[in-house]
């Protein structure tokens, strides 16, 4: 029995993203802020996500976890001119669809009044017909420090999911997509590795529930796919990262690098 993205249920802690809506390619490249801003319309209006109606929220529910209330503005108007590419099948055949993250939007000038906003006819089509999908721990999305970690977190998610799965391989050109890095930006893979895709399976290996590997396979000198891999942590690694997020952010950075020389020493005996 298949069982429909639209009929799973968000909590307190955790939202649903449908997978077709994680692996995307932005045509716009969106900001931390962007993403998260994003992952909180979708679950705000999830109960109606199929509905053609117009939904709110309080725009100071969008800042959460977050100071920068001079970043959320321009963050809105990212999103609104924002577009995404998506694979679909389509009459028997692959195709390629394209369209915006929000159909309107409209921002009170004040602090304390209401954000409206509505998804776009192809994006509630989609979603309505969705079966896989990713299960968001808000304090994982909120913790995580980068765009790319964020990207590479909703990534795993998705494919924690699905059975007998533990790696994927991807052309660099896609993965590099798939995280939102700009096409002139880290060109070459000592950038992209050390800048984008080390930080990022560093920190979601470290904060979320699954191990994170990744391998570079090179076609002669130069890199060609990345495999990325996971697996479900131990009952004692989930504790520690859920103690982890509990705790200040403050010496963050070094109990992860010590973890991940702890990591390395178990994996060279």
């Known amino acids: 029995m298949v069982t429909r993205t639209i009929e799973q249920r968000s909590t307190d802690n955790s939202m649903i993203k449908p997978s077709e809506l994680i692996d995307v390619v932005e045509l716009t490249p969106l900001k931390l802020i962007d993403r998260r801003c994003f992952n909180i319309l979708l679950a705000h209006a999830w ?36 577009r995404v590419k998506v694979k679909i099948q389509r009459d028997g055949q692959e195709h390629i ?15 304390d009044g209401f954000v409206y906003y509505k998804f776009p006819p192809k994006l509630r089509e989609m979603i309505q017909d969705s079966t896989i999908f990713a299960r968001l721990q808000k304090d994982v999305m909120f913790a995580l420090s980068s765009k790319y970690a964020l990207a590479l977190y909703e990534m795993i998610q998705k494919r924690g999911n699905l059975d007998r799965q533990w790696s994927e391989t991807f052309p660099l050109n896609q993965i590099r997509s798939l995280l939102g890095v700009e096409k002139n930006k880290l060109t070459q893979y000592k950038n992209f590795k050390s800048r984008a895709l080390l930080p990022a399976a560093q920190e979601v290996d470290f904060l979320s529930d699954y191990n994170v590997r990744f391998m570079a396979n090179r076609k002669g000198k130069n890199v060609d796919t990345i495999t990325l891999s996971w697996n479900k942590k131990s009952q004692q690694e989930l504790k520690e990262a859920f103690h982890e997020l509990r705790v200040s952010k403050l010496g963050r950075r070094e109990r992860m690098n010590r973890e991940v020389e702890v990591k390395a020493k178990r994996i060279a005996s």
């Not at 117009?54 to 100071?60: F, L, P, Q």
């Not at 669809?97 to 004040?110: D, N, Q, V």
């Open 97 to 111: 669809l394209s369209f915006p993250f929000l159909e309107h939007i409209s921002e009170p000038i004040r602090r």
């Open 47 to 82: 109960e109606e996500i199929g509905a053609d109606k117009e939904h709110k929220i309080r725009k100071a529910d969008l800042l959460v976890n977050t100071k920068a209330t001079d970043q959320l503005d321009p963050s809105i108007g990212r999103l609104m001119g924002s």
